[in-house]
T-cell receptor
Framework: TQLLEQSPQFLSIQEGENLTVYCNSSSVFSSLQWYRQEPGEGPVLLVTVVTGGEVKKLKRLTFQFGDARKDSSLHITAAQPGDTGLYLCAGRTGNQFYFGTGTSLTVIP | KAGVTQTPRYLIKTRGQQVTLSCSPISGHRSVSWYQQTPGQGLQFLFEYFSETQRNKGNFPGRFSGRQFSNSRSEMNVSTLELGDSALYLC???????????????FGPGTRLLVL
């Protein structure tokens, strides 16, 4: 049983397009993190959000934490081939992080 | 600073065998967590060690165990391997200097285990 469900599971888009990845749960999290993982490497932290309704921007990436702290979204503007990778959300409850199922993004030049 | 290192990078074992994986955290980091990553289940938390003590444990059978040494290096052991144990095993270290929930976990490249 996965605490965090991500959608879509796979996404293939053209360079320059916009996209949104969703991370949903019925559980409340004290914080939520987004990671990107490239083949042959471990995940790398992109952002941490803590407050319900919080929005953080990181260049072309916009992260939002739901008001109820149960869900989050990642929006990428004008995607580039370098954005290709596996995007993972991870919610913290108690003393551990629970990871989502992942969204595999491919940006075609 | 050197990143998190894991050895070996690749491993092939047969059912019933046991395996030990090693993780060297970033210098100065005292927290080490282990995760199992599979295509079907994604990343699942195994356990966390802090200053040689297991601080937190995920929902895995007792065949999965770990330990941490005084230099913060950690090992993970899986006994009586099953086919379903084939996965990428990731280790992450944290400096634990940030407020709880804000910790940055630095992941190693993982050990890919194949059980035949």
């Amino acid at each position: 049983t996965q605490l965090l469900e991500q959608s879509p599971q796979f996404l293939s888009i053209q360079e320059g397009e916009n996209l949104t990845v969703y991370c949903n749960s019925s559980s409340v999290f004290s914080s939520l993190q987004w990671y990107r993982q490239e083949p042959g490497e471990g995940p790398v932290l992109l952002v941490t959000v803590v407050t319900g309704g919080e929005v953080k921007k990181l260049k072309r990436l916009t992260f939002q934490f739901g008001d109820a702290r149960k869900d989050s979204s990642l929006h990428i503007t004008a995607a580039q081939p370098g954005d290709t990778g596996l995007y993972l959300c991870a919610g913290r409850t108690g003393n551990q992080f629970y990871f989502g199922t992942g969204t595999s993004l491919t940006v075609i030049p | 600073k050197a990143g998190v290192t894991q050895t070996p990078r690749y491993l092939i074992k047969t059912r019933g065998q046991q395996v030990t994986l090693s993780c060297s955290p970033i210098s100065g980091h005292r927290s080490v967590s282990w995760y199992q990553q599979t295509p079907g289940q994604g990343l699942q938390f195994l356990f966390e060690y802090f200053s040689e003590t297991q601080r937190n444990k995920g929902n895995f059978p007792g065949r999965f165990s770990g330990r941490q040494f005084s230099n913060s290096r950690s090992e993970m052991n899986v006994s009586t391997l099953e086919l379903g144990d084939s996965a990428l095993y990731l280790c992450a270290s944290s400096g634990n200097v940030a407020p709880r929930g804000y910790e940055t976990q630095y992941f190693g490249p993982g050990t890919r285990l194949l059980v035949l």
